[in-house]
Structures are given as C-alpha cells and as structure tokens.
C-alpha cells in the first residue's frame, strides 16, 4: 500500500511538472513543435539511454584517430608570487602576450603602486582623497614582468571582449563605473582610455558577446533585465532593448547574472539564464527558438556553473548550418545562495554535466556526471579540442564567504570520447581557488590560474585569503614524454592575416612518419575575457584540411582553409595551433580580416 501510495505521487508529481514547467516567452516564432516542451521526468531520461541525432549522443562522429591515451596527470609549477593586484579579471592581449589582470577600485589598494610618472586617482573631489595603488597590471607570460596600469571607474564585476584590432573593450563595473566603456589597446604604452557614459544601463554582472562583424553586444546584469549594443568608441549608447528571458529567470537570488552567451554558427545568439535558453536574432532582436528547460538547479551567477561552446568542426565544404554543442557543468540548487547567505548552510553543489546541440531538430540536453559536485568552476577549451574545468569549490554558492571544501585537483573533459567516458581527473593544485578566480590557455598549452578574493578588500588572515599568486598548470599532453610529438610552426612561412574561405598553408617541423591528415588538427583559439567562472567570447575552431605534404625531412606542409564567415569565426585574432595525436604546438597569433 505504501509503494502504491508513493507511485502515484512520483506520478503526480511529473504530471504538476510537465503542466507548470512550460515555457512561456512571447517573442518565440518559427520553433519546432517540440522545442519549447521541458525536459524532466521520464523524457530526460529516455533521452540520456538513447538520443536523437545529437553528437552528444555518445557516437564518436570525430573522424581523426585518437593518439595514445595520455595518462600523465599534468603538472603544476608557481609562475608569480606576486601579481600586484588579485586577478578578478583576465585576458590575453594579442600579439604582445601578456596577460590583463585587474580587480576593483573600490578598495583603494593592491599590492602594487602605480609607476612613477603616472598620476594618483582623485577619488572624492570633497576631501581630495587619493589612490595611488594600481588595479589594473599587464604580465608577460614569459618573463612574469609588470607593467601596472591607472583606472578611474570601478571595473569590479564588469565583462569584456577584444575588437578585431585586439583592443580590449571592457565594460560596465560598480557604482560610477556600471556605464562605462573602456579601451586598452595593445601598444607597448598604452593606457586605458574611460568613458564612463558610454553605456545606456549600469552592467554590473553583465555578458558581453562578440557579433559576427566584431561589433558587442551586452546582456544583463543586476537590475538591468535588457540587452544593448556598444556604439563605436567615443559615441553613447542610448538604446535598450527588454529581455524577457531575463525577466521571467529573475528570482529571489537573482540566479541569472553573468548569463552564458554563444554566438551560434547560424549568427544567431545562445542565450542561457538561471535554467531557460534561447536563440537571439541580433539583427531582428526577435527570439526565434527556445530550447527544452534545464532541470536540477540555477546555472549562472551566484549559482556559477561552468560553460563552454565545444570546438565547432569545420571541413573544406561545409554544410549550411554548421553543428555548434553547448556544455554546462556544476552549478548550485535554486535556493544555495540564500541557505549560504543568510543560514550558513553551504549545500552541495551539483554533479551533473550537460550538453546539447543546439542546431538539432530536436535539442535535448545530455546527462553526464562529473567525478565531483563543481561550482565556481572554470571551464577552458584546451588547444587540442578538450576542455579543462578547473577552480571552484564543493559546496556553497559564489559570494564572499559562501563556498567550502575547495576544488584542489581539475577534471579534463574529452568531448569526443563516448559518453560515460569523457571524464578524467588530473593533479591537485596546492592553492584553494575559490570565488573571484579565473584560468586561461596560453600558447605555449598551459593554463595560466590565479585570483581568489573570497573578501571585501585585500585580506589574508581569513579562511581563504586574498590570492597574488599566479601558477601555470600543464595538462596531460605536455607530458615529457610525449615531446617529439609536439609539432613546430615554421612563422616565417605561416600567414599572420588570413580571409573567410581562403586557402593558405602552414609549414611545421615535425618528426614523424605518419603526419597526415588522419593525425593531423589545426585548430583556432579565441582569447576569452575571464572572470567569475565565466570565460566570454570563447571559441575553438576546427579548420578543414586539404592535404599535407611532407618537403624535406622532417617539413611538412598542411595546406588548410579558412573559416566560411564571420557567423563562425568573428573577426580578429585566434591562436593558430597544429595537433599531432592529441598533442598541440606552441600557439601563433593569426587575424581574419
């Protein structure tokens, strides 16, 4: 009688759930029939034993052999001691490699001075109280050298992404600083250039998107339910544009700040809030898909799951839609950050990795699990196609104070491996990294990890205390041992400038036999713009392969093609990489113009 009695109300309970969980934004046209339906109870499930047409269905469609399995679980080595201020925010400045690092202003210190020459900010015009430490640095990824830099508006909690000249464009922050757009070029002297009007709402915790034609976009934020365009540099926005997915996710404990944003292969954008996703047109602002609900908790900030866009695979001719996989891992139950807030209890995060193809016909999302419950976590697309998620913690919620039991040892995940199998945990680092954390692929292949400000200010007599250090983590395919394999770009005879379709050549050294295309990767990398576990603007390209001819010895010329437009590969700089069985090249910079 007592089974009898808890199977009908298991029943119940799917039926109130497949009632109540539909989807219900206005705006959505052409979509298929089944598109908006949730996807929870027995459908879910069924989906996970066999789905549809999805290459996340556990079928490796990856025609490339795999090389050896790399058992080495990496390795990690302390690059900086002191970084000068703690990295909230990071990117990859082209060309020049070295690495953008800055914080807040709000704190009124660092742990680094300003240059001399360089003139204190005035903060309160009342008092004349000044600031003379830096919270912006520049650090060669070399030699660890510092270059500190001045800024005026609070850049805490804002978002960024590169133009196609590689001029970081920073956006939004704190208090004066939540309209505001900022210029960082990549002059050996350059310094930031402000204009705090330039956005027509306060960004705090907002996404910014890159479009096809390099131009941004800027999605959320707190108390800022809509989206806009950025303007040209010097110019004011004035322009909004509502977003009802971000109305209709917005709830108690927000849950849907620091949304995912992917630009699709389509041009269309992929918009993911709380636990609901659609597909944007920006030229039309029109919603004109929304895919099936993401069950089992919040997913963005403060509930801070992990994303990426998995490495979109091109060929010589290419279909007209071209596949794009989205994956979202970790994150936190609906209500983990008020429990954490205001009851101490710091819950488990949760375990379970998703995935879809959000090209299919009929987009569901794939159940996997992680060897461990993640929050926090950062997810970084490695130049040989996988995805490290590093960071983050086992319990708790994003928020000063509000995570426990740090996440010591990162998980590499192998999105062409069947499913069940993509997972591997690799070494533990020495350093908790906690919240305000970021990590990011480097040329030469490693990860470079820093941050953790766990507090209001720079303290380091507390639980997790504030981090400088920075430490560079190698991943399995720099083991030792695999170091012939590693191939060599010839730069002199590389093109630094290519254009959407055209054909060019890369030369490598490479001593190997059996270099061909079977073994063969050459892969693009677009440097995100890093923080609070989210890595925007990231993308990994596949590119076709004509042929590889072997020259003199151990010369070889791949002779490759561009991506097919600026709906796959916006405008800019990319990492150029070559793969040989799994194991990547040192990185060169390379621009579609």
Same mark, same amino acid.
């Not at 060669?140 to 510092?146: A, K, L, Q, S, V």
């Not at 596949?323 to 970790?330: E, N, S």
């Not at 507090?455 to 303290?459: A, I, L, Q, S």
């Given at each position: 009688m007592r089974a009898s009695r808890r199977l009908l109300w298991k029943l119940s309970v799917i039926v109130l759930l497949a009632l109540y969980s539909q989807p219900s934004f206005s705006e959505v046209e052409n979509c298929p029939a089944d598109a908006g339906s949730s996807d929870t109870g027995n459908r879910r499930e069924a989906a996970e034993l066999k789905p549809p047409d999805l290459r996340a269905d556990g079928v490796d469609t990856d025609p490339t052999p795999k090389g050896p399995e790399m058992n080495w679980p990496g390795k990690w080595e302390l690059f900086l001691k002191n970084s000068g201020v703690s990295a909230m925010h990071a990117i990859l400045m082209p060309k020049i490699n070295k690495v953008q690092f800055y914080d807040a202003t709000i704190w009124r210190i660092s742990k680094i001075k300003l240059p001399p020459g360089?003139? !204190?900010h005035v903060y309160d015009t009342k008092t004349n109280a000044i600031d003379c430490w830096a919270h912006s640095v520049l650090v060669?990824?070399?030699?660890? =050298?510092?270059r500190p830099l001045a800024l005026s508006t609070d850049t805490w909690c804002s978002s960024g992404g590169l133009t196609i000249n590689g001029t970081l464009v920073s956006t939004g922050g704190f208090q004066g600083g939540g309209n505001t757009a900022r210029y960082l070029s990549t002059c050996e002297n350059c310094g930031w250039v402000e204009y705090p009007t330039a956005l027509a709402a306060r960004r705090w915790y907002s996404t910014q998107a890159t479009l096809p034609d390099g131009s941004f976009i800027v999605v959320g934020g707190r108390d800022a339910l809509n989206y806009e365009y950025i303007n040209q540099e010097g110019v004011d926005n004035k322009k909004l544009y509502d977003s009802q997915l971000l109305r209709e996710t917005d709830d108690p404990a927000e849950n849907n700040l620091y949304p995912f944003v992917w630009l699709n292969t389509d041009g269309n954008l992929f918009m993911f809030a709380n636990n609901r996703s659609i597909l944007l047109n920006p030229k039309t602002n029109r919603v004109i898909r929304e895919f099936p609900q993401l069950p089992g908790g919040a997913r963005n900030y403060p509930g801070s799951a992990s994303s990426a866009l998995l490495p979109i695979r091109l060929d010589v001719q290419n279909p007209a839609v071209i596949?794009?996989?989205?994956?979202? !891992?970790?994150g936190a139950r609906q209500d983990a950050f008020y429990r954490a807030e205001t009851k101490k209890i710091y819950e488990p995060a949760?375990?379970?990795c998703q995935r879809i193809s959000i090209n299919s016909k009929n987009p569901v999302w794939i159940t996997e699990a992680m060897p461990m419950p993640r929050v926090m976590s950062d997810a970084v697309l490695l130049p040989n196609g996988e995805v490290i998620i590093i960071n983050g913690v086992r319990r708790g919620t994003s928020g000063w104070g509000n995570g426990r039991d740090p996440l010591f040892s990162p998980i590499i995940y192998a999105p062409d491996k069947p499913l069940g199998q993509r997972f591997k945990e690799l070494a533990p680092s020495p350093i908790a990294r906690v919240y305000h954390s970021i990590a990011l692929a480097?040329?030469?292949?490693?990860?470079?990890?820093g941050g953790s400000n766990t =507090?209001?200010?720079?303290?380091f007599d507390v639980m997790f205390p504030t981090e400088v250090r920075l430490q560079k983590y190698s991943p399995p395919y720099l083991d030792p041992a695999l170091a012939d394999l590693r191939p060599s770009i010839v730069t002199?005879?590389?093109p630094k400038q290519i254009r959407y379709g055209e054909r060019f050549n890369i030369r490598i050294h490479l001593n190997q036999k059996d270099v061909t295309k079977e073994n063969i990767k050459v892969t693009m990398s677009a440097?995100?713009?890093?923080?609070?576990?989210?890595s925007m603007n990231m993308r990994l390209l596949i590119l076709g392969i004509f042929d590889i001819k072997r020259e003199v010895r151990d010369l070889h010329q791949i002779h490759a093609i561009a991506p097919p437009s600026g709906k796959v590969a916006p405008p800019g700089y990319y990492l150029l990489f070559v793969v040989y069985n799994g194991v990547p090249s040192v990185g060169e910079w390379i621009q579609i113009v």
């Open positions: 360089v003139p !204190c060669d990824i070399e030699t660890g =050298n510092i596949p794009a996989d989205v994956l979202i !891992c970790g949760l375990k379970d480097l040329p030469d292949g490693k990860v470079l990890v =507090n209001d200010g720079y303290k002199t005879a590389t440097p995100p713009f890093t923080t609070h576990a989210v």
